[in-house]
T-cell receptor, first 113, second 117 residues
């Protein structure tokens, strides 16, 4: 079965650079979620989109922005990167109310040096 | 507000021992969902189980079993006859509500399980 695809899997950026993470949800899933997991921490909800509109917002820094496109894929844009942005970024997708869970991608590991 | 508490930060056991990972949750939703995920060193989140708030039946899947008790807001996870491959971080998680907003997931802090040979 198709899963959530995230790209790239690994990314190394320098401080103050910009990074773009991509997420391709499971086909027919219309809701996408982004999570950030710092070292030794639990995943923290950043933002979600339903039908291309932002549906919920968590602790997402102002330097980050995200959107969901007409084909339902989503991109997380991160500017002025800081060392503290080094983390594992997960994307998940679902199709509520049919789905009672979100399906997670394998994550993108971002390292800021 | 929703909250998930995993009081055990780390647990170390010897292979073949049974181990229980505790999870306590808080929510005001009447309909909610509880999950357990395994995160091996490679980093991906491996889905283990989902339980909805109306189903308090315990579940067993091989060496894994789950005990959901609404009265104590707990959703504990037991691994029987643990193996080295069970070494990982285990997250208990909660999502609530239905509708077009989707299912934002709140995670506990995780319990790191070490299984020694």
């Amino acid at each position: 079965a198709a899963g959530v695809i995230q790209s790239p899997r690994h990314l190394i950026k320098e401080k103050r650079e910009t990074a773009t993470l991509k997420c391709y949800p499971i086909p027919r899933h219309d809701t996408v979620y982004w999570y950030q997991q710092g070292p030794g921490q639990d995943p923290q909800f950043l933002i979600s989109f339903y039908e291309k509109m932002q549906s919920d917002k968590g602790s997402i820094p102002d330097r980050f922005s995200a959107q969901q496109f007409s084909d339902y894929h989503s991109e997380l844009n991160m500017s002025s990167l800081e060392l503290g942005d080094s983390a594992l970024y997960f994307c998940a997708s679902s199709r509520p109310p049919q789905n009672t869970e979100a399906f997670f991608g394998q994550g993108t590991r971002l390292t800021v040096v | 507000a929703q909250k998930v508490t995993q009081a055990q930060t780390e647990i170390s056991v010897v292979e073949k021992e049974d181990v229980t990972l505790d999870c306590v949750y808080e929510t005001r939703d009447t309909t909610y969902y509880l999950f357990w995920y395994k995160q091996p060193p490679s980093g991906e989140l491996v889905f283990l189980i989902r339980r909805n708030s109306f189903d308090e039946q315990n579940e067993i899947s091989g060496r894994y079993s789950w005990n959901f008790q609404k009265s104590t807001s707990s959703f504990n996870f037991t691994i029987t006859a643990s193996q080295v491959v069970d070494s990982a971080v285990y997250f208990c998680a909660l999502s609530g509500g239905i509708g077009t907003g989707g299912f934002k997931t709140i995670f506990g802090a995780g319990t790191r399980l070490f299984v020694k040979a």
